[in-house]
T-cell receptor, first 107, second 113 residues
């Protein structure tokens, strides 16, 4: 099993739709969890940290399920500017990035 | 506040050569991590430096080595370059190791011919 696995993409969704990304991790000792966003030919940037209680930032909601070793990201009312690759990141004694899921928002 | 910078932007080398990539961390950050990102893949963790000492390493051979300097800037050295080393090399700095947001530089695109 890969250390961090994400939904294979790309996701092509119409503007205004809700889209959900899933991510699973193999190491139960993992302590910190993040979602990063990477635009084409740019560096990754932190979108949000993921807490056990779940957290929300505007249109974005992140959830963590430690028992199932699963992280999710929900984007509501998607905008054209949300088009990017979304990277799931897990941190224990080293930092592991998923392969990323590419999202295309269609006008 | 100055962000993370990397040099050079692009580099072309041939198999067997050695390369040094440089990174200046964001002001106030004492931790630097290096990543290799192949096309279509997520960044792969190479290693991390905290206050000039290696603080964690990914699954990369010993020909990948690094340094961190007293001002927290860092170098990544790769010896005996192979074709598969062609990738984007990203440096990220953070306030501390373990669970902190990482701020990435724009990367160095290395091509090995």
């Amino acid at each position: 099993r890969k250390e961090v696995e994400q939904d294979p993409g790309p996701f092509n969704v119409p503007e205004g739709a809700t889209v959900a990304f899933n991510c699973t991790y193999s190491n139960s000792a993992s302590q910190s969890f993040f979602w990063y966003r990477q635009d084409c030919r740019k560096e990754p940037k932190l979108l949000m940290s993921v807490y056990s209680s779940g957290n929300e930032d505007g249109r974005f909601t992140a959830q963590l399920n430690r028992a199932s070793q699963y992280i999710s990201l929900l984007i509501r009312d998607s905008k054209l500017s949300d088009s990017a690759t979304y990277l799931c990141v897990v941190d224990y004694d080293k930092i592991i990035f998923g392969k990323g899921t590419r999202l295309h928002i269609l006008p | 506040e100055t962000g993370v910078t990397q040099s050079p932007t692009h580099l072309i080398k041939t198999r067997g050569q050695q390369v040094t990539l440089r990174c200046s961390s964001q002001s106030g950050h004492n931790t630097v991590s290096w990543y290799q990102q192949a096309l279509g893949q997520g960044p792969q963790f190479i290693f991390q430096y905290y206050r000039e000492e290696e603080n964690g390493r990914g699954n990369f051979p010993p020909r990948f080595s690094g340094l961190q300097f007293p001002n927290y800037s860092s170098e990544l050295n790769v010896n005996a370059l192979e074709l598969d080393d062609s990738a984007l090399y990203l440096c990220a700095s953070s306030l501390a190791w373990g669970g902190d947001e990482q701020f990435f530089g724009p990367g160095t695109r290395l091509t090995v011919l």
